[in-house]
């Protein structure tokens, strides 16, 4: 069995009242000036622990900033938020970008590495700045991961800083704070979560401990992300979703993701296409594509999902990925690139800019060549 390190946050606290649980653990600590990197349309629900904070003696400023996908230089201007109010701790509340965003502040707050230089695996220092992450979206399990993703203006590209000092010190999954989401929102940010477990399940590097988390996620965002699209109100399958978001995210730092992610990224960088759209968009084919390489993993993944057994594993995996390509249907995102108008012709720089992301192409349990992904695109089209 291959050796697995798994870096949770210290505190990590799942269910309803965990808002709430943040602000008790935080005044515990005995910080005293809070970053909050935030949405504006959930600020009158943290505004009762708030008042409870300051209460006690916190000063908080509140950034609503973020607002699209966050860039190299989108970070370095809340950065200079957070240093002129002088921060010493920091909480991100919010969907991925927000998270991601925070975890980077609290990390670069007191840091003299440049970020270019702390781009990839591996090559933060450390660091000493608190930080909480609660999500507002069931998506990228950024609040239990080692991940931040950011676009580099220089050249177009998502860039991802991995360390083990980007896991929060806690991270507070409140399914009430997920009820206001949309419902493209849910559909998409889930199927994200979804990819994640998927991924991680039939990855090159997987592992045992992390297939449980990873399996667990599948069944519940697979048997409970259309009920939470169809009623945003619903908070137990709100809270299912949540919980397999965060299993999706634990998956993330042992293992990762792989192909979907590697084609997806130039949908998002280039085309501006919603993460958990770009990777909806790629899921199926590259499942189908993977297949031949793990078709007994696949009819794990469909069994998870309720597919029907079928007469061999083959079968089996065939009925679950039918089954992932109706969940993406019925949560009403598309099935095809044509539909979101990339140009058929882009297609070959599209794969070029893919063929580029190895830190993920090289997880994936089937090689793929630069035909190959032309191929996918293709199909997917
Ligand atoms: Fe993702």
Known sequence: MNTVIINNPSRLVFGAGSLQKMADDYLALGLKRLFVLTIPSITD????????????????????????????????TILAFARTFNADSVAGIGGGSVLDVAKLVAAQLHNDQPLQSIVGNGLLKGRSTYLACLPTTSGTGSEVSPNAILLDETDGAKKGIISPFLVPDGAYIDPALTLRLPPYVTAFTGIDALTHCIEAYTNRFAHP????????????????????????????????????????????????????????????????????????????????????????????????????????????????????????????????????NIPFEDIE????????????????????????????YKIAY
Not at 46 to 75: A, M, Y
Not at 240 to 253: E, H, N
Not at 296 to 320: F, P, V
Not at 360 to 367: A, Q, S, T, W, Y
């Open 45 to 76: 629900q943290l505004t009762p622990v708030f008042e409870q904070l300051k209460s006690n003696g916190v000063t908080i400023q509140i950034n609503t900033n973020i607002s699209r996908e966050p860039s190299f230089s989108d970070l370095e």
């Open 209 to 340: 401990m992390v297939d449980t988390f990873a399996l667990e996620g599948i069944k519940l965002i697979g048997r409970n992300l259309k009920k939470a699209v169809d009623n945003g109100q619903d908070l137990e399958a709100r809270s299912a979703v949540a919980l397999g978001s965060v299993y999706g995210g634990m998956c993330l730092g042992p293992v990762n993701t792989a192909a979907v992610h590697a084609l997806a990224y130039p949908l998002g960088s280039e085309y501006k296409i919603a993460h958990g759209v770009s990777n909806a968009l790629l899921l199926p084919y590259i499942m189908e594509f993977n297949l031949p390489e793990a078709e007994a993993k696949y009819a794990e993944i469909a069994r998870a999902m309720g597919a029907q057994e079928g007469n061999t594993d083959r079968e089996t995996a065939l009925n679950g990925i039918e089954l992932v390509r109706k969940l993406i249907s019925d949560c009403g995102i598309p099935a095809h690139l044509s539909e979101i």
């Open 349 to 376: 720089a599209i794969a070029q800019s893919a063929l580029g992301v190895q830190r993920l192409l090289k997880n994936n349990i089937r090689e793929f060549s630069l035909a190959d992904i032309v191929n996918v």
